[in-house]
Structures are given as C-alpha cells and as structure tokens.
C-alpha cells in the first residue's frame, strides 16, 4: 500500500518536522498512514524525494515517539516520528 | 535558635554578602554552599553573540567568579536585535572587550578573562582547558565541532545551545555520562544544506531564551541541583510557545566518545557559509567550475563576458540592494519558472544570493535540470558589497 494521507486512524503515523523541513514541506506535522514496517530514513527519502534527500538524510536526527533511534530503525503503527536537521544559529 | 545551617553559614560568609545573594542563598537546594560553588566556578562562553550575551549576564549576576569570553567578531548593527550587551554606540567595537565592560559592574568579585580570539580546531583545547564547563554559543558548525571536540577530549561538560528563525535548542553533554553533539550529528551538513541566522533570520528574543537555559544548566551542574538537561534535547517552538523534549543517548559507534574512538585531536572543518559582519574569508581568489568569488566574476562581466547573473533572493531582500544586470527568480519559485531559463541554457550562469548558501542549492538544482555551466557566486551579494563593488549597498 502507498504512503498516504490518514483519516486519522488509530494506526496512522506521525511525523513531526523541526526547523528548515517544516518550511520545505509547509507543514509543521503530518500523518500519515501505510508507513508501518518503513524505516526512518525510508520514510524521510520518501517525503524529501524531489528536494534532494540524501545529504539533508545524513544530517538527520531521527526520533520515534520523543527518543532518539539511528538510521534504519523500523516504524511501528501509531508511532510518532521526528526528524530534527541541525541548527548552528548563535 | 541556631541551627547547623545558620553556624556553617556565619563561618563562611559575613551579612553583607548574605544580602548581597539572599535571594538565592536562601533557596534551600543553593544555600551558601551554592553560591561558593558559583564563586569557585570557572566558566568559558565560547561565541558572545545572541546565546553568549544572556548567558554571561546572568552567570555574572548569579556571581560565577569567573567568566572566560571568546570571540573575535566586532559589533555589527544587525547584532543589537539580539545581543543585549550592545548597544548602538559599540558599533565596529570588540565584542569580548565591550561584553566584559558590561558585566565587570555586575559584580565586583567577578574576574573575567578576554580571548578576543576565534576559537578554532588548532586551538580549542588550549583556550578551555583552564575552565570547569563550556557554553556553546558560537553560531557556525566548524566552531560546534571544535568545541564539542575539545570538550569530549578534556572531559568537560558543555553546555549546548543552538537558534534559528524561531526554533531553539538545548542540552547539557556531560563526557560520560551521556551523548555528545557528535552522537546526535556525526558530521557537520554539507555547504548549503543549511541556512544559517544570517540566511534564514531569528527572532531576537530566542537566543534571549536558550542562552538563559544554558545559563540555568550552568549554574545547575555546577552546584550539583535538579535534573540537568544531559541525555535530552529540548527543543523550542517559539511561534507555537511549545516546550518538545527527546531523549538523547551515547552512540556507541561515536568516532568520538563511542566505545573504539578514532578522533583525538579536535577535527578542523571549513567554513564555506559565513555569516554576516566581521567573518573573514579566503583572500584567494578563485573562479571554478562551479564556484567564482566575487571580485572575479565583476572583472569578468566587466571585460564584456556575456555572463547571466541570476538573483534567487526573495523580493524584499532585492528592493534593499542587487547586482545589476541580473535576472530574479526568487528560490522557491524556480521549479515552476525554469523554462524563463531555457533561452540561458548555453550561457554561463552566475547564481546569488545574500551570503552565497541558498545559491549553493539553486546552483546544484540547475545542473541537475540540465544546466551545464553554473556556478555560486561565493559569499553572495554580501561578499559583493565588500569585495566587489562597494557603491551597493550592504544589508
């Protein structure tokens, strides 16, 4: 099944975006549903895809459900994804 | 009555310095044993900027004994907005000899070392060796990177922070009892990957905030009170005025606190972004295949090369100065308005911006559409104004 937006069911995703990512999507927060068994960064590859994913990819921190996991952590139903790009603003 | 605590506190302190800090003394978790530990504190502020400033005002006025700033920058009027130890009449004025002007009245107890210096890979370890904990302040990675480094390496805490736009950060890395900044980013992003304060804005009372929180984790880890922010990222929304917390641990696979450690010496990276007022640049000219510096590229348009600059600034930025002849297409817009380049398609494309950063991203975007000469004019307009042509007005 393709990634799509949920009608809010109980198993959607959802992904909260920090920083530049919120102004490249326009969203601050998305749900999604059929993300279920996509790793993090499958899941930020498939979001970011025409906005040039990789370098943004690998200077990602992933969060599921407010802690931090690393590259390739599976996404369960209901979880709550972040993805924090670094800020160096003083 | 006299209790243990009054008898402990009549031996060490006398009744005008219980005054003098009563409001803070008299908080049972700080006492007077807190506020000699602020006394015998050593702290480095490393970057005295929009975080720097709050941070060494209230670590000055909590009576830390003494505060070492580091920076090498002069005040610029864009920094007023935010960095309130400035003010108008400290234009083109040293940062760390000013800042230390304002904080010395503070408290007469307080020592305050300048380092009017640029802290660097070469020299981090050095500059922070004599102190007990770090701020982070600065507002650039190859700066983070060296500091982190240098802290990881000499086993000092540093206490993190970081703005932008609207969005802040925090955290405490405690080397050994938790993650350090290379755990969350192993490396710093790619060149124009992400904006910087410069580029994308920041409301001045942000840094006002997290420079306040670092202040606080300061004072907290030294005086050994409360849950410190080590092993959790707080982040700031400050349009929604909403608090985010994430637990944060050690990456065992660190290249530098991780179990098998590669890095020893703080790594030195480049800066390729620079931000406004007073960032010094290569001197060197160069004018690459994707990439010419300013002055270049004007003695090239002026000996009648038929060059196309194109402007990718948005609007407002282009009414306040602009490189002229050019065409403008905003950033964003230019996905929709590639074909208005179709025509350019055989010239050779010189894309800018205000700092040389949002051009990088427009520059690699064109020649993956098929644009096959395009370069990023380095430094952008901002770099222009001084190098270049400085009739155009800098903003």
């Known amino acids: ?90 | 009555m006299i209790t243990g605590f009054a008898v402990y506190w009549v031996m060490t302190i006398t009744t005008d310095q219980f005054r003098r800090w009563s409001r803070q003394v008299r908080l049972p978790q700080f006492g007077v044993e807190g506020q000699e530990k602020l006394a015998n504190a050593r702290v480095a502020i490393v970057g005295v900027g929009g975080l720097g400033c709050p941070a060494a005002l209230y670590l000055a006025a909590a009576g830390v004994g003494t505060l070492g700033l580091i920076d090498d920058d002069v005040v610029d009027p864009s920094n007023i907005q935010r960095q309130v130890l400035f003010d108008e009449n400290d234009l083109g004025q040293g940062k760390v000899a000013t800042a230390s002007e304002r904080l010395a009245p503070l408290n007469k107890q307080l020592t305050i070392i300048e380092h009017p210096v640029r802290l660097t890979a070469a020299n981090a370890r050095a500059l922070l060796a004599d102190y007990d904990i770090v701020i982070d302040g600065n507002d650039n990675f190859p700066t983070r990177y060296a500091v982190n480094d240098a802290c990881v390496l000499l086993g000092k805490p540093n206490v993190y922070g970081s703005v932008l736009q609207f969005e802040g950060r925090a955290s405490l890395f405690v080397p050994g009892e938790g993650p350090c900044y290379r755990c969350l980013y192993a490396e710093p992003p790619p060149e124009g990957v992400v904006p910087n304060c410069a580029e994308a804005g920041v409301l001045g009372v942000l840094p006002g905030v997290i420079g306040s929180i670092q202040a606080a984790e300061a004072i907290k880890w030294i005086c050994g009170i409360g849950e410190t922010l080590a092993g959790r990222l707080l982040v700031l929304d400050m349009l929604a005025m909403s608090f985010e917390e994430f637990q944060i641990e050690r990456d065992p696979e660190c290249a530098l606190c991780g179990d098998h450690p590669t890095i020893t010496e703080p790594v030195a990276y480049t800066e390729t972004c620079s931000v406004a007022g007073g960032e010094s640049w290569p001197e060197d000219d160069y004018d690459l295949e994707d990439r010419i510096t300013p002055r270049l590229a004007r003695r090239r348009l002026e000996s009648g090369e038929n060059l196309l600059l194109l402007d990718v600034r948005e609007p407002i930025e282009r009414q306040m100065a602009s490189i002229e002849p050019s065409l403008f297409v905003p950033m964003r817009e230019l996905p929709s308005r590639v074909g208005e380049l179709t025509e350019f398609k055989d010239r050779e494309i010189i894309v800018y911006c205000h700092h040389g950063v949002r051009s990088v991203v427009a520059a690699s975007w064109l020649r993956r559409n098929g644009f096959e000469r395009v370069k990023n004019l380095e430094g952008g307009i901002d770099r222009w104004t001084t190098d270049a042509d400085q009739s155009i007005p800098r903003y």
């Open chain 1, 1 to 90: 099944m393709p990634i799509n937006r949920s009608r809010d069911t109980e198993m959607a995703v959802t992904v909260k975006l920090f920083a530049v990512y919120r102004e490249m999507l326009g969203e601050s927060e998305l749900r999604l549903d059929h993300v279920a068994g996509r790793t993090v960064d499958e899941l930020f590859t498939y979001l970011f895809i025409d906005k040039a994913p990789e370098p943004l990819r690998r200077a990602t921190l992933f969060a599921i459900n407010e802690r931090y996991v690393r590259p390739g952590t599976e996404i369960s139903d209901g979880d709550r994804v972040a993805f924090i790009p670094p800020v160096s603003g003083g």
